[in-house]
């Protein structure tokens, strides 16, 4: 659908123009009606992770009232990166729609390719993994096993 | 630091009781000083996105009112998932201190190996990627580079 990427064109075009962050514009639709729209918010929010589809994932579940998006399609300016592609398979949705490959994104210094790196385990990584109270933490786990009440997601 | 991944049990432990969420905690600390303190609120706050890294990432970010949060460490009661370890390397987080492993986590229930699947671009995957309007978006690209006032991030 042209018109949904073009709304997430426009939503980036607006987002960059007024210096909330970088050129990025999302729309989640469901049944081809628009959900929610969002655009990368990192420089006013000042919060790393207000990327488009996390804020169109967050808008979209707030305005549904359902955590479940599985029946949502999200339209993307930009192959999402890889915070946003998992926030997408948590929300259960199944189809994504981009504009530009993540090579492109990458060539105007928007770079993912070292957080895919961390992602696989390869070294040396920047980021320095720690355990600490394993058995306190497993203990968590357990009683989230026998919470007679659980809701599993 | 024991006490600190204690006040991420805790936090974990009262919002498993309280049913927001799985059973998850984090805190975030500059200095060894508290900025933020989370714990997963997917099923009160209906959000998927809502993991404790993401939140106690989000507040942390507002609290010291910076997107970069490359001074600071965060304490997790279990390894982070691949969006929230993702939205820690956006953040700039250099330390992680955790209690239980992605294979602990994924035996209860919490299996996040299908979304590494994805991320590794593995073949079947359930998310169907659709290219559209490609010169259109790479326009955005081009306009974002030649933005005199941009602020890279």
């Given at each position: 659908m042209f018109r949904l990427i073009h709304i997430a064109i426009d939503e980036a075009r607006r987002g960059m123009q007024n210096n909330h962050g970088g050129p990025f514009g999302a729309v989640i639709v469901k049944d081809g009606e628009i959900i929610a729209t969002a655009h990368n918010e990192v420089l006013s929010s000042?919060?790393?992770?207000?990327?488009a589809e996390i804020l169109a994932i967050r808008r979209a579940s707030q305005e549904l009232k359902q955590f479940d998006l599985s029946d949502c399609e999200i339209y993307t300016?930009?192959?999402?990166?890889p915070m946003c592609l998992a926030a997408i398979c948590w929300a259960g949705i199944k189809r994504i729609h981009y504009g530009t490959t993540t090579e492109e994104v990458a060539s105007i210094g928007f770079n993912d390719s070292n957080i895919y790196r961390i992602l696989k385990g390869?070294?040396?990584?920047?980021i320095e993994f720690m355990t600490i109270e394993r058995e306190a933490c497993q203990e968590l786990l357990k009683e989230w096993e026998n919470k007679p009440d659980k809701q599993m997601y």
């Open positions: 000042k919060d790393p992770t207000a990327h300016t930009s192959q999402p990166c390869e070294q040396p990584s920047e």
